[in-house]
């Protein structure tokens, strides 16, 4: 059984960047055939896919987010992480990690998820 | 970005009811459409992934659509599927979803 584990700071202040991994157990990063994701979702409200990982290093951000944020893989501790620059309080939700299934037939959904991480930016 | 709209954004019914909920993308998605379920504090479950129900997910959800139109229904109501629901297009990046629709109890 796959199971993702986010870590890092509850509260990060207003300019700073904020620094999020994702313990990934149960399954290794570097099997493939999947997209190691990142999506946050502000109080209350809906899903926001940040971006995504392959375990090769290709990267994926969503365009909203592109110029702030940074997503990088360590496969020898089968983590990866994400890094958004430049926080500001609109930037406060929960950032949940989760696995992409990349292949066509299984229609690309996000199957495993971490349990969420709420981080505060406030000064 | 292709936008995705739930409806209704609330409902609310009763344990053995039937229930559908609708998701619209605002152009055709082929069959990539994925369906969640989540509970308060929770992270999102899997349920359906483009109509294909997922291991371990109840007999009593489905889902169906294509092109523009979705639907997940779940056919008996039982009190753990009180929750709220999202619809998730893989048609295209970025990936978005739907606005949620949260299920009460009447």
């Known amino acids: 059984q796959v199971q993702l584990q986010e870590s890092g700071p509850g509260l990060v202040k207003p300019s700073q960047t904020l620094s999020l991994t994702c313990t990934v157990s149960?399954?290794?990063?570097?099997?493939?055939?999947?997209?190691w994701s990142w999506i946050r979702q502000h109080p209350g409200k809906g899903l926001e896919l940040i971006g995504y990982?392959?375990?090769?290093?290709?990267?994926y951000y969503n365009p909203s987010l592109k110029s702030r944020v940074t997503i990088s893989v360590d496969t020898s501790k089968n983590h990866f992480s994400l890094k958004l620059s430049s926080v500001t309080a609109a930037d406060t939700a929960v950032y949940y990690c989760?696995?992409?299934?990349?292949?066509?037939?299984?229609?690309?959904?996000?199957?495993?998820w971490g349990q969420g991480t709420l981080v505060t930016v406030s000064s | 970005d292709i936008q995705m709209t739930q409806s209704p954004s609330s409902l609310s019914a009763s344990v053995g009811d039937r229930v559908t909920i609708t998701c619209r993308a605002s152009?055709?998605?082929?069959?990539?459409l994925n369906w969640y379920q989540q509970k308060p504090g929770k992270a999102p479950k899997l349920l359906i992934a483009?109509?294909s129900l997922q291991s371990g997910v109840p007999s009593r959800f489905s889902g169906s659509g294509f092109g523009t139109d979705f639907t997940v229904t779940i056919s008996s109501l039982q009190p753990e599927d009180f929750a709220t629901y999202y619809c998730?297009?893989?048609?295209?990046?970025?990936?978005?979803f739907g606005q949620g629709t949260k299920l009460e109890i009447k």
């Open positions: 149960g399954g290794s990063i570097s099997s493939g055939g999947y997209y």
């Open positions: 152009q055709s998605i082929s069959r990539y």
């Open positions: 998730q297009q893989s048609f295209s990046t970025p990936y978005t």
């Open positions: 483009a109509s």
């Open positions: 989760a696995r992409c299934v990349n292949y066509d037939s299984s229609g690309y959904p996000f199957d495993y």
């Open positions: 990982i392959y375990y090769s290093g290709s990267t």
